[in-house]
């Protein structure tokens, strides 16, 4: 009754209440008032999307002190919404044009009177804050090189290295401020270390002042942490990329690929979040300089293997080029970085749920064996599928005329990114349940077709039931060593071949833009989607979480793992984020870190797509689950993100506990 009401009342909202709700909700997480939330609403301001413009001539300027490096003020009662997200702009455009530049630009390609009109209207909303920001801060006489950075942005390029932060942290802030949610911020070592060498090489800055920074640039970008982040806290999808390899295949990286690791490591942090280009080529230092961040438990950095991930990207069909500067939107799904409109996070294909719809729909007694399941499972796959992406097709983007700004061809094509001015204009998908429909396949081949110990209907009569009173055979189902992350080619046979056949199904669809459909077989939704979920072969009861993405929960060695993660088919389009995911206790590292950099540097060579680890025991967190005071520091590492463990829900507080035990067993 309770959720009929609150489903009416949804209805019934403008888009603008509704936003403003959840404005509030992101803000008062755990401690949401009635009385303070109609405060709220009738005080906060939403702009439509035209009003941009007049949106920055309102906006409340925050305030700022002589001891502050950088202004980054977000006003958290005026926005305009936009629902294009998840995407990193291309921050070397913005250091390399003032908005004069872009004028320019828009002036030379004004064929479309609409588009150009709401290009101009933009930049001079953008105008006049900065005109506000910079008269304020001259009657308070405050930092002048802070007032002509911040002043230079509307004529002149970025000269310095401090002028380069503070141009960065302007328009992100500008993106946070018109509700664009999920922003990365690009491959910083690269696009910052000419501005950082120039700087040095000029007597302007000193090393240790360029460092201090750095920092300090870190920490503004963690401010507003409950208003950036998405879904849970934490989830705010400020990556930042590091290294890589150029187009001739060399592996290239700066001294700010370490320092911005080193003040990762130092600040313990949860976000801003840095993702690791790593190749079998990186040098040895720059591992072990990632692992001893890694080691400290803040979750990053996050592992994105150039070796696979560039040639997958080019084959799908980026330019050369552009799959050599790829970066992650979000959490790590690969894109190109100022290209794109890709929009990779869509919706999550639950690979389980056909074989649900199986089970309910198919007569079982007259399936005999493991291939005819599969291709049965098939076709409601097809089925599922189909339906999927028609769901898609019904999704309008609203123009969004600072994206369109600053993403290349745009401006070219005198057209919105919404109506499809980018280069590039693909939907991903993310993958969740993979694991649990693989064991479940292969529990019912050694337990129904091949051993004989139960028939089909039987044992699915009992997982109906949700395996009450049959505690023996649900142990069974759970502790079957051969199953989803063990190197046997039956195992991985089966995964490629349900994997391969999806994008069999999705190469018939283009989306209304004309992009091509991917995904990948990592998710945030292992615990959203098995929510109420029935009971699966692979020994899960009702409702409880799905595995988490490329990982394993039996005690098979790391080694074990990341074999299987590299036999696995990533071609074609099955790129769009394939994560392995394990745990390891402290000690371990420490007692064994030389081996460990070996391990990693070897589990690149033989080619995992990506990987992330969770540096904690078993211990800590159930401490910290008993007593959350003594642990308001602890970081765990959750979906593609770090976030701090006392701000979990309870059933990923549970969830990592329990994976952390099942670890420990290695």
Known sequence: MIKMIKKVIMKIMTKNMRLKIEIYSKLNRNNRKIIEMIKYIFKAKIYKGKNIKKLFTKITLGNIDEKDKFYFNIDLFKFTYSNIGNLSIDYNIILNN?????????????????????????IEGIEILIDRIVNK????????QLINNIK??????????YEALQRILFFNQLLWQTYHGLNGLGRLDMILISYYKNDIE??????????????????????YYKFKSNILLGDTG?????????????????????????LMQELQLPDPKILLRVSSNMPKSLMEKSLRCIQTGIGCPLFANDDVIIDKLIKFGYKKEDAYNYGTSACWEPYIIGKSLDQNNIKSINFIEPLDTLLRKEKLEEIENIQQLIEKYKIHLEKYINVFIKKTKKIKWQKDPLLSLFIEDCIKNNKDLANGGAIYNNYGFTGVGLPNLINSLINLELMVFKNKQYKFNEINEIRKNNFINNEKLLNKLKNEKLKYGTDN?????????????????MSNFTNSLGGSYKFGLSSPNYIVASENFPASFDGRKIGEAFAVHISSDT????????????????GENRFNGNVVDFMVSPSFIENNFDKFVDFLLLSVKNGFFEMQMNVVSSKTLIEARKDPEKF???IVRVWGFSAYFNDLPDSYKDNLIERALQSEKR
């Open 632 to 634: 308001p520091n602890l």
């Open 137 to 144: 801060f001259n009657k308070m006489n405050l930092n002048k």
């Open 152 to 161: 230079n942005i509307k004529d002149k390029k970025a000269q310095t290295f």
């Open 98 to 122: 003032s908005l004069l530049d872009f004028k320019k630009l828009l002036e030379q390609n004004k064929q479309d009177k609409k588009f150009y009109t709401d290009e101009i209207n933009v």
């Open 555 to 570: 005690s098979n060695a790391y080694t074990e793992l990341m074999q299987f993660a590299a036999k696995l088919d990533y």
């Open 238 to 262: 400020q990556i930042i990329e590091l290294g890589g390899k150029d187009v001739k295949g060399k592996y290239i990286y700066n001294e700010l690929t370490y320092i911005i690791i080193e």
């Open 202 to 223: 000029r007597g302007i800055i000193s090393k240790n002042e360029a460092r201090q920074l750095l920092k300090q640039f870190l920490i503004t970008l963690h401010k």
């Open 489 to 505: 080619d039956l195992v991985i046979g089966i995964t490629n071949d349900i994997i391969r056949y999806t994008t069999q199904l």
